[in-house]
């Protein structure tokens, strides 16, 4: 386990000012410049500029020439809808027969923002499906508020319903995909997918057959309510995020006339799901201590365990939000910290 990361329970024991000192510059950097393109692209009339937000973040194509070990294509999994998925693979240089899991990865962006093709999100998974030999599957699903709640959550179902479909000789998944050893993973709204499509699969209404989720990964999962947390309060200056930019975004994606208490935002509230008869596989919840959203988070983390559910915690003092997706040490010790959890 990674010195920064800790299975516990965190307090504030540091200010935030002396924990911001010790972001390497490029961290900074990239997390002022995200800040500010959120910003510019968001309208007043709640739409979002999405030529200017192309300008802010640079997306990069599949490569299906190996690229630090991993290649890369895409493939639409619905024509009618244009969701795709960009599939990272492993080079198999020893046993070419090797089986290898798959990993269903579901970007951020507070549901409004971001792709599967961003440069970061694209080098993250590719880093992911090298370092724990796995087969990523990272979905692009519609963005609102052109397409309000549910449609990403419809999205990233069908997602698994392509890759429950997608073998013979026509298959377009390799042969070294394992669906039989499948994970889900989001980071920020896309931990937020893995809660909602992830209970959605558990219940068990539809047969996945081949597929079948071994656990879930929620990477700083984006949850929310009317109440205002003690770390909404106190980590106003933060990098990356601001509550007012995760208001937005809800009032974004949430259906017309619904409050931050609807039971997509607010799970573990008075309108969130009654889970406790469905058997979710186990849970990793991954934190940052200058995330404003963590106490949404932690008490994600206690609503699985008072639900009786397996759940596990890494808590990064250090890490901003989006964190795993920045250059520095903390996102590469966070791939090997998932290591544990990803093998059992």
């Known amino acids: 386990m990674a010195e920064d990361a800790k299975i516990m329970k965190p307090e504030y024991q540091q ?12 961290v900074k950097w990239i997390c002022w410049f995200v800040k500010q393109g959120s910003y510019f692209t968001r309208r007043s009339d709640g ?13 990069v194509p599949a490569n299906e020439t190996p690229d630090r070990g991993v290649y890369s294509r895409d493939a639409v999994i619905d024509p009618l809808t244009g969701v795709w998925v960009r599939l990272f693979i492993p080079v198999l240089e020893d046993d070419k027969s090797e089986k290898l899991p798959v990993v269903v990865y579901f970007h951020g962006g507070g549901f409004c923002m971001l792709s599967a093709a961003q440069e970061n999100y694209d080098l993250f998974c590719r880093r992911l499906a090298k370092r724990r030999r796995v087969v990523v599957v990272s979905v692009e699903y519609r963005l609102a508020p052109e397409h309000k709640f549910p449609v990403a959550y419809e999205d ?64 700083q999962p984006f949850f929310g309510g009317e109440e205002r947390t003690p770390s909404e309060l106190a980590l106003t200056d933060v990098p990356l995020i601001s509550v007012d930019a995760c208001d937005w975004s809800w009032k974004a994606f949430l259906p017309e006339g619904a409050n931050r208490d609807h039971p997509a935002a607010n799970v573990v509230g008075y ?34 365990k008072k639900m009786k559910k397996e759940v596990e915690l890494l808590f990064y003092e250090n890490g901003v939000h989006g964190f795993p997706l920045m250059p520095y040490d903390l996102s590469s010790s966070f791939l090997d910290d998932i290591s544990d959890f990803m093998q059992r």
């Open 15 to 26: 200010g935030v000012e002396e924990i911001r000192k010790t972001l390497p510059r490029r």
């Open 47 to 59: 739409t979002v500029n999405r030529g200017l937000a192309s300008w802010f973040l640079h997306s």
């Open 156 to 219: 990233c179902y069908a997602a698994l319903l392509w890759l429950r479909n997608d073998h013979g000789e026509s298959s377009f998944l390799p042969r070294c995909a394992d669906v039989s050893r499948c994970f889900l993973m989001g980071e920020s709204a896309g931990g937020n997918i893995v809660h909602h499509v992830g209970c959605r699969v558990a219940e068990g209404k539809e047969d996945l057959t081949p597929l079948k989720i071994l656990g879930h990964v929620l990477i």
């Open 271 to 304: 309108g969130g799901a009654e889970i406790s008869a469905v058997q979710l596989p186990k849970s990793l919840v991954v934190i940052g201590g200058l995330d404003t959203l963590r106490d949404w988070q932690l008490r994600y983390f206690d609503y699985l």
